[in-house]
Every structure is written in structure tokens, then in C-alpha cells.
Nanobody, 114 residues
Framework: QFVESGGGLVQPGGSLRLSCVVS????????MGWYRQTPGQERELVAS????????TYKDGLEGRFAISRDNDRNTLFLQMNKLKPEDTAAYFC?????????WGQGTQVTVSS
């Protein structure tokens, strides 16, 4: 089970830190990722991190503004988002990055607006 939190309404240029607590399993062996989805669009992978946190990848244009991290001892994934833009508005979800589990959390809504 994935429980995402930390979203909200923020002005352009602002920051948010998302968290995802995973229960019912351990994330340590897995490449994990953050996804986002807007209404009518496919869910897209925006950032991923390898099992020990030593390597990260980002959707084009997000590196430098977004930073993914993980705490395997707490079974938790994080996404630090800085310099937010209106186009970052979406529901954000976490899951496996290479082979997502069938079950998704409810996500956390991020709205960037003045």
C-alpha cells in the first residue's frame, strides 16, 4: 500500500516536499519512482531512484528542480520539488519504477497557481 502526502496549493516558484510511505512490503530491493497524472492524460514517470539511492533519473526538464530520495529503513520515498511551475500541477503518485505494482495509492494533489 502506498500513502502519498505533502501536496497542496503553492505559488509559482514555490517548493513542496512529497512523501510516500509504503506498507505491506519493503521497498529496499526495488527501483522506485514518482509519477504524475493530470485529468485525461496518462500517468507519467517523473523521477526514479535505484535501490540504494545512489542513482536517480528525471523526466526531461525536471532535473535541477526536482530531487527524489528514499529512506529504506522507513520504507519511505520523497520528492523535493523546487521552483514549481503551473505545468507541474498534477496528482503525484509513487510506485515501482521498472515494474509498478497493480495497486496504486490515492496520490497527493499539487496545484501551482497564483
Amino acid at each position: 500500500q502506498f500513502v502519498e502526502s505533502g501536496g497542496g496549493l503553492v505559488q509559482p516558484g514555490g517548493s513542496l516536499r512529497l512523501s510516500c510511505v509504503v506498507s505491506g512490503g519493503v521497498i529496499k530491493p526495488y527501483v522506485m519512482g514518482w509519477y504524475r497524472q493530470t485529468p485525461g492524460q496518462e500517468r507519467e514517470l517523473v523521477a526514479s531512484i535505484n535501490s540504494d539511492g545512489s542513482s536517480t533519473t528525471y523526466k526531461d526538464g525536471l532535473e535541477g528542480r526536482f530531487a527524489i530520495s528514499r529512506d529504506n529503513d522507513r520504507n519511505t520515498l520523497f520528492l523535493q520539488m523546487n521552483k514549481l511551475k503551473p505545468e507541474d500541477t498534477a496528482a503525484y503518485f509513487c510506485n515501482g519504477a521498472l515494474s509498478p505494482w497493480d495497486s496504486w495509492g490515492q496520490g497527493t494533489q499539487v496545484t501551482v497557481s497564483s
